[in-house]
């Protein structure tokens, strides 16, 4: 991981997202981070310039499209990027350790101890030629040395139990492909967790599950944050899935943050257009049955040529409410009305109030 790449020429440096929340400090503390990936086709700005923290106990919600920078942003909390073609410079604390720049040798010990994270495809994380009880005890294993094969199993077992999987003992000697896809998720939470680790990031935990799957383990995750007191950190793009288990929410778009605060303020009173574009597009249990989904209109942008200024302002309606200011200025964030909400828009704060409102009645959609 290299420190001396410098922020981009032409942009303005980017404030940090101040705590959200006094009391305890946070246990995960990201600041200014930038991620570049080096391709034939250019340099890919896959992440630039975003902070955020997280305090044990709390969970914190990454929305946004495909190609917004959330997965590649846990990659880099858990130093999972080839090291030969990433650029990553910023601040990465974990527990107060600083991870960038760190050994590969030294992260690899904190992960899966002190940090770990459930992918989104369980079929895919986990080795098919292997028996998903093995692979458990081998996680349990690298971080306790001195623990014998049977301890190992014993505790992938209890880990098992605990996930809520019928006869875990039994199962412990099961493939993959023998479990069905909600049992494999909660395998993969099983194995993220069998070291309890302070820090759980989730990507996408519930995209391939029916819903009554998806409700048990969001359930699952909450009981388990109240039992180890984890600080969690939840990407997905759906909305819903956020509002039953997020404290925070990060809006990101084009590998930036867009918005940040708590879910109440998020969800109830956004204040990014893209984060208006998002709630337009869930359909609502309160509003016309008969309302059409209104989809943002175009394409997310490229993470090589980003548009100038505003990385939003060719999909935005209100884009020329400031002349060329969306098209040349880079907005950062700023405080948004309540305490912790922040907004990297070039709207007023009295534009936007009334845009939502205008922007509510256009979509017909109840929030």
């Given at each position: 991981m290299d420190r001396s790449d410098p922020a981009p020429s032409g942009e303005p440096d980017r404030p940090s997202v101040p705590e959200q929340r006094s009391g305890e400090d946070p246990y995960l503390r990201v600041n200014d981070l930038r991620v570049r990936f080096d391709t034939s086709d250019g340099v890919v700005r896959a992440v630039d310039g975003v902070s955020f923290s997280v305090q044990r106990g709390r969970t914190l919600g990454i929305v946004g499209e495909s190609g917004s920078g959330k997965s590649v942003t846990s990659l880099a909390v858990l130093g999972l990027h080839e090291e030969k073609r990433t650029t990553i410079t910023g601040e990465i604390s974990v527990g107060g350790r600083q991870l960038v720049g760190l050994p590969e040798e030294e992260v690899r010990r904190l992960r899966g101890r002190d940090m770990a994270m459930i992918f989104q495809d369980p079929l895919s994380a986990l080795h098919p030629y292997f028996t998903v009880?093995?692979?458990?005890?081998?996680?349990y294993r690298v971080h306790h040395p001195k623990a014998g094969k049977r301890a190992a199993r014993q505790r992938a077992v209890d880990m098992l139990g605990r996930v809520g999987i019928p006869q875990p003992a039994r199962r412990f000697d099961q493939y993959p492909h023998e479990f069905s896809g909600g049992m494999r998720q909660r395998a993969m939470i099983a194995m993220a967790l069998v070291n309890d680790p302070d820090l759980l990031i989730a990507d996408e935990p519930t995209t391939a599950l029916d819903v009554t799957v998806q409700a048990q383990i969001l359930d699952l995750l909450a009981d388990l944050q109240a039992e180890f007191h984890s600080a969690i950190i939840m990407i997905t793009h759906d909305l819903g899935v956020v509002s039953q288990i997020a404290d925070e929410v990060l809006v990101m778009y084009g590998g930036r943050a867009v918005e940040h605060g708590s879910v109440e303020q998020v969800l109830r009173r956004p204040q990014h257009p893209y984060t208006w574009g998002l709630l337009s597009s869930v359909p609502s249990l309160h509003g016309d049955a008969d309302a059409d989904l209104v989809p943002i209109?175009?394409?997310?942008?490229?993470?090589?040529?980003?548009?100038?200024?505003?990385?939003?302002?060719?999909r935005c309606r209100y884009a020329d409410r400031n002349g060329d200011r969306s098209r040349t200025e880079v907005p950062q964030l700023r405080p948004a009305g309540g305490p912790g909400h922040l907004v990297a828009c070039h709207l007023s704060a009295d534009d936007r109030t009334r845009l939502y409102a205008e922007d509510i009645a256009h979509v017909g959609v109840a929030r």
């Open positions: 009880g093995r692979q458990i005890a081998e996680a209109a175009g394409n997310p942008p490229s993470l090589i040529n980003l548009p100038s200024g505003c990385a939003f302002h060719p």
